[in-house]
Each structure stands twice: as C-alpha cells, then as structure tokens.
C-alpha cells in the first residue's frame, strides 16, 4: 500500500468522523488514566458504568486514595481482573500524589512506571488527554492494519510503529480512534461488514464479505 492509498483512506475516516475521541466517560486526565487502566480486558461499556458511580463519589488522586482498595472494589466488582485492577489504581493514586502534586505526567516514561500502565495505555492518555499523537494498537487496530494493509505487522509494537512511520501527519493525532472505531464497528473480527465501508475498495483484503 502507497502513501497515497493511505492519505484517500484516512481522509475517507475524516470525512465520516471529524472529531473522533473515545467512547470513555472522562472529564480529566485523571479520570481518563483510571479509566483506561480498569479498560484492560474489559469493554467500555462496563467501564463507564463503573466511573459513572465511581467518580460522582471520587475522582480525584486523593478522593480515590481515600476509598482504599477494599472501598473502591465495589465500583468495580463486575469488570474483568477488577482485585488487581484495584490496588493498581490505588497505587497509582499514591505515586500521583507523592511524586507529580496530584496530576498526571504528560511523558510516556513516566506514566508507564505507573502501576497498571502499560505502553498502550500510556499511549491513549498521552494521545487523548494531552493531544500529542501517538497511536495505541489495540486488538481491533492490530487487526485492521493487518486486515487492510495499512500497517500490517506481527507483532503489536511492530503495527505502531509502521503505523507512526507511515501515517501522515494530518491524520495522526486521531488516527488511533479512527481505527479502533472502524475495528469495532465495522471491521469487526468475525465477518466484517465490508458492503458497508467507506475504505473498502482501497482495501487489500483479499476476502471481503457481502453483507
């Protein structure tokens, strides 16, 4: 796939979604780094049901360091691996505040030393939060560059760096919700709905379905 294939194909996504962001309730920083960390094996929906209780009882470093682990498990008893996603969070709330006065670090060293954080999740805050444009390469994003040709690669961290490297400029910054929109709602894993998408004669798929 050229860089011009690319170009048509993000300006396709553009075109049909201008302001693409997450479908994760946040209003802060903050609440998006918990969010995303509780996320891991999880579906957004069940994490937002989660914060949406959580965080109109506490959403702030302190707040939640003050729930305690065993305070803050029934937020989130029904998410996926939620005891250890429970002391990560409330370790995460302690370093916050003893190391960064309360806020979170806007540099991807620092917020992958956080407990629970991962390159790809500190990918997405660095990206959602703070603008800059990095792109986390979920499952959905692994398979659409891989399904597409966009970026294909075997491993995950071999797909964001293509996808970095290759991704033009303009399409950067918004690129990772593009695709992971695109991965869920259409590109999806079993049989994806190629009658029904906007790249699909740019594809390189060789086994597109009919709807």
């Keep these: 796939m050229n860089r011009t294939i690319r170009t048509r194909i993000y ?12 479908e994760l309730y946040y209003d802060t920083p903050f609440e998006l780094l918990v969010a995303v960390i ?20 506490a959403n702030t470093p302190a707040a939640l360091l003050a729930l305690g682990v065993e305070g803050l498990k029934p937020f989130i008893r029904h ?5 250890t996603k429970a002391v990560n969070v409330i370790r995460t709330c302690e370093i916050l505040l003893r190391d960064y006065g309360g806020e979170v ?6 917020l992958e030393a956080l407990p629970g954080v991962g390159r790809k999740t500190a990918n997405v805050v660095l990206n959602t939060a703070f603008g800059q444009p990095t792109i986390a390469v979920d499952t959905h994003i692994f398979r659409v560059a ?12 071999e797909v964001e760096d293509r996808l970095v490297r290759l991704t033009p400029s ?13 991965g869920r709602y259409v590109c999806v894993a079993r049989k994806p709905r190629c009658g029904a998408c906007p790249i699909e004669d740019l594809c390189e798929y060789p086994d597109k379905a009919e709807d």
């Design 11 to 22: 300006g396709r996504l553009r075109e049909a979604n201008p302001a693409p962001t997450t």
């Design 38 to 57: 509780l996320s891991a094996q999880a579906t957004d929906v069940s994490v937002n049901k989660a914060t949406e209780r959580l965080y109109a009882v």
């Design 79 to 83: 998410i996926g691996l939620f005891n």
């Design 105 to 110: 670090p806007e540099d991807r060293k620092a």
């Design 146 to 157: 891989n399904r597409t040709g966009l970026a294909p690669g075997k491993t995950v961290r």
């Design 170 to 182: 303009e399409f950067r910054k918004d690129a990772h919700h593009w695709l992971i929109l695109h």
